[in-house]
């Protein structure tokens, strides 16, 4: 009830291309789902974040799609550079809590 | 304005030994969550802290790891006769609202227990 499953666990694309991560949940009570993206060596970083309330939000490059009938939700980079090799990793967490659940992350390398 | 800042950010030690890793929030912060990480995996909860009081330690073995984060000071959590299985990146995050979602982390400790 407590996971969040993502995948795929790695992904190559070449420059330009859109690389789609993937994430699903059960626990309904989550209602705020980040996006963090982690260079080698670094800490997580806050990339971009939705609430169930919207179906879509975009910022920049980076697009997260939310689907609350499937509890899945997925994030798209467009246009993708050689500088977006990194971990990403989808959350989940109740507003008012303390926890927040990570996903086990995505390892993209984008190709120049 | 700085933000979230551990140290050391590398740390060696030998088994049976004690590890202390700091964690000082962003200012105007005064909540401190830690998080685990082992190769190749996601980040796991181990313990939300506010200023004297923990409020969550369930993510948190029971036995050898304790966490604090006095009213002066960093936060620390503190690992006593550490096993090689302690070796991982440990992350600290701080959020300014009580529950707030959104937490801002640090660049990490790295434990390796030889």
């Known amino acids: 009830q407590q996971q969040v499953k993502q995948s795929p666990q790695s992904l190559i694309v070449q420059k330009g291309g859109i690389p789609i991560i993937n994430c699903a949940y059960e626990?309904?009570?989550?209602?705020?789902f980040p996006w963090y993206q982690q260079f080698p060596g670094k800490g997580p970083a806050l990339l971009i974040a939705?609430?169930?309330?919207?179906s879509e939000k975009k910022e920049g490059r980076f697009t997260i799609s939310f689907n609350k009938s499937a509890k899945q939700f997925s994030l798209h980079i467009m246009d993708s550079q050689p500088g977006d090799s990194a971990t990403y990793f989808c959350a989940a967490s109740v507003t008012g809590g303390f926890k927040t659940i990570f996903g086990a992350g995505t390892r993209l390398f984008v190709k120049a | 304005n700085a933000g979230v800042m551990q140290n050391p950010r590398h740390l060696v030690r030998r088994r049976g030994q004690e590890a202390r890793l700091r964690c000082s929030p962003m200012k105007g912060h005064s909540h401190v969550y830690w998080y685990r990480q082992l190769p190749e995996e996601g980040l796991k909860f181990m313990v939300y802290l506010q200023k004297e009081n923990i409020i969550d330690e369930s993510g948190m073995p029971k036995e050898r790891f304790s966490a604090e984060f006095p009213k002066e000071g960093p936060s620390i959590l503190r690992i006593q006769q550490v096993v090689r299985g302690d070796s991982a990146a440990y992350f600290c995050?701080?959020?300014?609202?009580?529950?707030?979602?959104?937490?801002?982390f640090g660049p990490g400790t790295r434990l390796t227990v030889l």
């Open positions: 995050a701080s959020s300014p609202l009580l529950g707030d979602n959104e937490q801002f």
């Open positions: 939705i609430r169930p309330d919207v």
């Open positions: 626990n309904t009570a989550f209602d705020y």
